[in-house]
């Protein structure tokens, strides 16, 4: 409480009206959410066949797990000196491993097409588009959906990190009593701390807003909702004859939440990973990539303009 009252001290004009609209957002959020859950449409069975699903489940742990850390390494290393490697050489290494890590599953994708699912798989009174699944995925793709899509996200956002903050504070409670131990520390991602420690107009801010707001989503988004999400489907329905998709989305959710490795973000990361993988088979992967950036975007912007009120 006394941290949350420092904080509040602090507080500057962009502070109160970084609340205020992320409240707002939430809120409109809210709605958002309730038009989601009335939209018509039934979950439809995937198409993929056992063997594309293990090909699409291994390409995409592969390619974030392995590709990503080693491409990123490797350039790194070539960046360092006697004095080690600075901040934008790591940002730019990080990018170039993230190229690599898109760069594989989109190879993977066009010589197994069916390995890359880029199509909505939702069943809808729409007439059905013909072609490709990625011309499927342009053809849900439109700025509205993709704005009732980030809406929902903040709403859940926010409900997730108080649900949060709610847990931490109670963890607190019960280990100075000494009924268990110490709650893990609510502090944010590491990348959080880079953006607030690099000023906006230096090369090492631009090479960040690369990273965040291009490379990662685009990764992310081919690795998760495009080849780990389906797979895990496909792999799910063959061991069960009951309706498994919600298991494929807390397991994508958790693989998500766990990768980015930040405790205090674990529940907001969850959220946001298996709820992108309802907008992947509503509306394709393509929305999912547009949604992805703009949420990181919009985070990178108040983080400069709002230092105080982004990082409560």
């Given at each position: 409480?006394?941290?949350?009252?420092?904080?509040l001290?602090?507080?500057?004009?962009?502070d109160?009206?970084?609340?205020?609209?992320?409240?707002?957002?939430?809120?409109?959020?809210?709605?958002?959410?309730k038009?989601?859950?009335?939209?018509?449409?039934?979950?439809?069975?995937?198409?993929?066949?056992?063997?594309?699903?293990?090909?699409?489940?291994?390409?995409?742990?592969?390619?974030?797990?392995?590709i990503?850390?080693?491409?990123?390494?490797?350039?790194?290393?070539?960046?360092?000196?006697?004095?080690?490697?600075?901040?934008?050489?790591?940002?730019?290494?990080?990018?170039?491993?993230?190229?690599?890590?898109?760069?594989?599953?989109?190879?993977?994708?066009?010589?197994?097409?069916?390995?890359?699912?880029?199509?909505?798989?939702?069943?809808?009174?729409?007439?059905?588009?013909?072609?490709?699944?990625?011309?499927?995925?342009?053809?849900?793709?439109?700025?509205?959906?993709?704005?009732?899509?980030?809406?929902?996200?903040?709403?859940?956002?926010?409900?997730?990190?108080?649900?949060?903050?709610?847990?931490?504070?109670?963890?607190?409670q019960?280990?100075?009593?000494?009924?268990?131990?110490?709650?893990?520390?609510?502090?944010?991602?590491?990348?959080?701390?880079?953006?607030?420690?690099?000023?906006?107009?230096?090369?090492?801010?631009?090479?960040?807003?690369?990273?965040?707001?291009?490379?990662?989503?685009?990764?992310?988004?081919?690795?998760?909702?495009?080849?780990?999400?389906?797979?895990?489907?496909?792999?799910a329905?063959?061991?069960?004859?009951?309706?498994?998709?919600?298991?494929?989305?807390?397991?994508?959710?958790?693989?998500?939440?766990?990768?980015?490795?930040?405790?205090?973000?674990?529940?907001?990361?969850?959220?946001?990973?298996?709820?992108?993988?309802?907008?992947?088979?509503?509306?394709?992967l393509?929305?999912?990539?547009?949604?992805?950036?703009?949420?990181?975007?919009?985070?990178?912007?108040?983080l400069?303009?709002?230092?105080?009120?982004?990082?409560?």
């Open positions: 409480m006394d941290e949350l009252t420092q904080s001290d602090a507080f500057g004009p962009w109160w009206a970084c609340v205020v609209v992320n409240l707002l957002a939430a809120l409109i959020g809210i709605y958002a959410l038009c989601w859950h009335n939209l018509p449409g039934k979950s439809g069975t995937t198409t993929l066949s056992l063997g594309d699903a293990m090909m699409s489940l291994g390409t995409g742990l592969l390619a974030f797990g392995v990503f850390g080693v491409v990123a390494g490797l350039v790194s290393q070539s960046f360092s000196t006697y004095f080690g490697v600075s901040q934008a050489h790591l940002f730019t290494a990080a990018f170039c491993g993230q190229l690599a890590a898109a760069a594989t599953m989109l190879g993977m994708g066009a010589l197994a097409p069916r390995t890359l699912d880029w199509a909505p798989s939702v069943e809808t009174d729409e007439p059905k588009s013909a072609g490709s699944s990625f011309r499927q995925a342009i053809r849900g793709f439109s700025v509205p959906r993709g704005l009732l899509a980030l809406l929902s996200i903040f709403a859940l956002g926010l409900a997730a990190s108080l649900v949060w903050k709610g847990f931490h504070v109670a963890w607190e019960f280990a100075v009593r000494g009924w268990a131990g110490p709650p893990p520390a609510d502090e944010p991602q590491e990348i959080v701390n880079a953006v607030l420690k690099t000023d906006v107009d230096s090369w090492r801010f631009f090479t960040i807003t690369l990273a965040v707001t291009i490379g990662a989503p685009i990764m992310e988004e081919l690795a998760f909702r495009g080849m780990i999400y389906p797979g895990l489907s496909r792999l329905a063959a061991l069960s004859e009951r309706p498994t998709r919600w298991i494929a989305i807390c397991i994508t959710g958790a693989l998500f939440s766990a990768a980015h490795l930040s405790p205090s973000a674990a529940l907001p990361l969850f959220a946001f990973g298996a709820f992108m993988c309802l907008v992947r088979d509503r509306y394709g393509l929305t999912c990539m547009a949604v992805h950036c703009s949420f990181n975007a919009w985070n990178l912007v108040w400069k303009l709002a230092p105080n009120a982004s990082t409560l």
